[in-house]
């Protein structure tokens, strides 16, 4: 019997983009993404568009609480494979797009209360801004659309190529043809709603299925998505 196997296994992970190199910043602004999601343990690839120190990046990293797996080649590419560290080839970026609007409800702990979006009354350390966000345009090849702050409601579909992400709950009233994230960071009980699903991959909670895995009975049909006891994803037809 051979002393080694290769088996395959899907592993998801997270992408974390750095505009600073201040491990201060870095530190506090990380700390506070955290502290609203369940984010310990995440697998994490590391992206920067500014010179790193990229040992004590690692180390700022693991210290709260992420396993940092690799990096994106770039700026970090000579200096990840000086030290052996992994590096995963550049991808082709999308074009992020803002939301046609946006609706904030703050929510205070235990109490909860609403502002609009022109409110800016700061948020205390028991408040916690939920926002949705609304688009009216077919979401096109090569565009993406995140809201790492709640849910995601799409009046018309995406072609392929597209992608939306949220920390909450997916709405599309149209034809999913591209990537769908729900519950980004760890949310659970986040869920996915869609008129027609054709998706080349939807997730919740990092849990995900790519097309072909995709259940036959609810191709190109209204679908509700979610995860089950034992985490997987459920596909319920939806009767409209």
Do not use: W
Request: charge should be negative; include cysteine.
């Amino acid at each position: 019997m051979a002393d080694i196997r290769i088996t395959g296994r899907m592993v998801n992970f997270s992408r974390i983009t750095f505009d600073t190199n201040d491990h201060d910043v870095i530190r506090q602004q990380l700390s506070n993404i955290l502290n609203e999601g369940s984010y310990q343990g995440t697998l994490v690839i590391i992206d920067s568009t500014v010179e790193q120190e990229l040992i004590a990046l690692i180390q700022l990293l693991v210290s709260l609480g992420l396993q940092p797996m690799a990096v994106i080649d770039g700026i970090l590419g000579d200096e990840a494979r000086a030290i052996q560290f992994p590096v995963l080839p550049a991808d082709q970026p999308l074009q992020r797009i803002k939301a046609t609007a946006e609706q904030v409800a703050i929510v205070e702990k235990p109490a909860s209360a609403q502002a609009s979006v022109e409110t800016k009354k700061p948020l205390n350390n028991n408040a916690v801004a939920h926002i949705t966000s609304y688009h009216d345009e077919i979401l096109r090849t090569g565009q993406s659309l995140v809201q790492d702050q709640g849910d995601i409601i799409l009046k018309a579909g995406m072609n392929s190529g597209s992608e939306v992400i949220a920390s909450g709950n997916i709405h599309i009233y149209g034809t999913v043809r591209g990537r769908v994230i729900a519950g980004a960071g760890g949310h659970a009980a986040a869920r996915i709603f869609c008129q027609s699903l054709e998706a080349e991959l939807v997730s919740i909670a990092g849990t995900y299925c790519v097309a072909d895995d995709i259940p036959k009975h609810v191709v190109k049909k209204p679908v509700h998505i979610y995860l089950n006891e034992k985490q997987e994803l459920e596909f319920e037809a939806l009767e409209l």
